[in-house]
């Protein structure tokens, strides 16, 4: 029973292709299940990065057509290789890159995919993949009919393991469909961080697209400094260019675990959650009771921004005393 | 120009969402709504269209036959036509089968671009349009929360883990966008009214051409195994704000030793 883990890897500009963490995560848990286990790293000049995962089997596809992180010619590439290897599942850590190539894969090979995969068990010989749904409200056990099976490992499921030692690299080649070269990367940004990091902070003041306007961040920013915290955002107000991306919480953005994340105006979806949903108390206020965020919030107020915020900074700073 | 937008109902926000224990699959019986990311690349479409002066949206779904009361929101936005696959044989579709009775359908319309949501609410996976656009071969780019349509290419740019990336890609093209790349406008009167009259045409699998064994659970390639509780997440409180909860936060952060 052959297990591919996609290693997903990204090329900083000071050179150099390091492993995604999640993907590690993945490959400790594939490993754990036991059977032959291989490591899957796509790319161009990437031979370097594989050595990021320790002592097991890593298949190598370095080609100019991987270089970009685009998800069809490694659609192409994972299909060449499971045709090889008669590999029965192929397990990916979730990632803007990972989910379109996962996806791609299972119409590829006619393969069953479940997603939001929290962990991943064997029960009577068979793989289970276990995955909460309808926002983390019922818990399901998920399976496959037949092989190949695909799953789509949740952001933060799987801690990486110490991996000493050296793979044993096998390079293979791909042949590319037509229609998956065609999307080009034509441009990239990234962006500096300013100021301290949230990810340091001990109170976390979010906003949502409930602030209503870039303006509106000013409710939380002021609340953030009566509490001596920083301030956060959703993917939703960071693509509106209403807050820098540095700010950003959640599957793309930071991993945080404030000792308080007050959340304003934020609806509480999945990828915005799994980036806060350690922090020690969880405070949100949203005028919408159906608000996904109540289901996980330890206190929530039902209730308009501009009525509760004012009002709750107001109260902080006369307390502290500021 | 001829644009596709994906589109599905989903139960309405206000609905609590079940699985149903029997069949254990979503229970569908409650109010529907457009699912809420999708209406965002219906407006995509209809401001492409309104640049260029002409063209036409065509909105496509594979659902029961009570989803065409959603479609008709799209409609009603200003969208032209709307094709909703329904089919009882088609329930319970995985990705593998959805994804197959999607491509079927955008086949026969053969647009020039096809558009997709951030994500249905009743699933999450944000992952559907990779599926769809591997079936029809056509290039994808994903996540876009900033796309313009030149001449005979797209261009979208959208965040990743590690900042934003600019993907351009030749037409026919898969684009699917995030929920932040524009304010949906609200239909307006005239709109419903006239949406009544659009063109609003339901296919069976036959009509498309789609084998049995491709569609509902036959043709899907997962299954659910058994439902339990999710983990338990402590004691939660909640209140309606009737002015006095800026104090009541306080107190209770006070309690918590937070302040
Ligand atoms: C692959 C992928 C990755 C993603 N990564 C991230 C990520 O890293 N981080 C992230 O945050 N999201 C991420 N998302 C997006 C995520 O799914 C949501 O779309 C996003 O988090 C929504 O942001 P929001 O809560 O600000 O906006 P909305 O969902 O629009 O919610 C706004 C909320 O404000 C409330 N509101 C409005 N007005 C008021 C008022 N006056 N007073 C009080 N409340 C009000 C509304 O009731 C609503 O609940 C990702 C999505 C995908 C598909
Ligand atoms: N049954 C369906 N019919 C038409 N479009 C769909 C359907 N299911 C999902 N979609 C589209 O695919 C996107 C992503 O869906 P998902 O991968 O299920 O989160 C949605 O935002 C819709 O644009």
Known sequence: MTTLVFLEHHHDPAGGAELQKGSLGVLAKALSLGGDVAGVVL????????????AVKVFVCDDP???????????????????????????????VLAADVAAGLAARLEAGINWDVTDLVVEDGELLAKRPALGDTVMVDAGWKGTPRIALVRSGAFDPAERAGTPEVEEFASELQEHSTLAELVGQEQEEASGPSIEDADVIVAGGRGLGAPEGFRLCEELAQALGGAVGATRAVVDAGWYPYSTQVGQTGKSVSPKLYIACGISGAIQHKVGMQGSGTIVAINKDPNAPIFDFADFGVVGKLEDVVPKLTELVRARRGG | MKIAVCAKQVPDATVHKRIDP????????????????????????????????????????????????SLRKALAMGADRAVLVADDAA?????????????KALERESPDLVLFGQQSSDSDGAVLWAAVADRLRRPLISQVAHLTVGDGTVTGKRQTEFGYDV??????????????????????????????????????????????DRAGEPGSRTTVVALGPPPSRGDTVKIEDDGSAASKIVEYLAEKRLL
């Open chain 1, 43 to 54: 790319g161009s000049g990437v031979g370097d990065a594989a050595a990021g995962a320790g």
């Open chain 1, 65 to 95: 057509a991987l270089a970009s992180p685009l998800p069809q010619p490694r659609v192409d590439a994972l299909a060449t290789l499971v045709a090889r290897t008669g590999a029965e599942t192929i397990l990916f850590a979730a990632s």
């Open chain 2, 22 to 69: 029997g069949t254990k699959r979503l229970d569908r019986t409650g109010e529907g709504a457009l699912n809420p990311t999708d209406v965002n690349a219906v407006e995509e479409a209809l401001r492409i269209k309104e640049a260029r002066g002409d063209g036409e949206v065509v909105v496509v779904s594979l659902g029961p036959s009570r989803a065409m009361d």
């Open chain 2, 91 to 103: 329930a319970g579709s995985d990705l593998v089968a959805t994804s197959y009775a999607l491509a």
């Open chain 2, 167 to 212: 993907i351009s890609a030749p037409l026919p093209a898969v684009v699917a966008v995030s929920d932040a790349i524009n304010e949906p406008r609200y239909p307006s009167l005239k709109g419903i009214m006239g949406a009544k009259k659009k063109p609003a045409e339901e296919l069976s699998l036959a009509d498309l051409g789609i084998e049995a």
